[in-house]
């Protein structure tokens, strides 16, 4: 007899995990301030298993990821880099935790969050 035996059966992942993967590993990237809010032109449809949160929208579809991240990111940062970081570390995020395929990681950067001049009050 062979000691790996495979008990029939389905894994399921709730799309909160897949939600709750992408918000921490985004926060986690050097530059990213805080999410966004999904802009409110965006509908949501639970046929095609969609999902929104606070600066995330996430589809899946035959297995896939397809996901929409909304940010806010530091004013000292090279916009475009952060952004390619974002996807890369998102990607491999879902992909060594739960080993879906990405489709697509769009990463929208909605404002740029500037320091509070203390100083200007201080010359008054």
């Known amino acids: 007899m062979s000691d790996k035996s495979v008990t029939p059966g389905k894994t399921t992942i709730s799309i909160d995990v897949i939600l709750t993967i992408t918000r921490l590993t985004t926060l986690d990237v050097h530059g990213v301030n805080q999410m966004s809010q999904v802009p409110s032109r965006r509908f949501r449809t639970m046929l095609l298993h969609r999902q929104e949160e606070d600066g995330l929208h996430v589809e899946?579809?035959?297995?896939?990821?397809?996901?929409?991240?909304?940010?806010?990111?530091?004013?000292?940062?090279?916009?475009?880099?952060?952004?390619?970081?974002?996807?890369?570390?998102?990607?491999?995020?879902?992909?060594?935790?739960?080993?879906?395929?990405?489709?697509?990681?769009?990463?929208?950067?909605?404002?740029?969050?500037?320091?509070?001049?203390?100083?200007?009050?201080?010359?008054?």
């Open 60 to 124: 899946v579809v035959d297995d896939v990821v397809y996901t929409d991240i909304y940010v806010i990111l530091d004013s000292d940062v090279n916009i475009r880099e952060v952004g390619r970081n974002i996807q890369s570390a998102v990607s491999r995020a879902i992909t060594d935790m739960i080993g879906m395929q990405v489709g697509v990681i769009n990463v929208h950067v909605e404002d740029i969050a500037y320091p509070v001049a203390t100083e200007v009050a201080e010359t008054i």
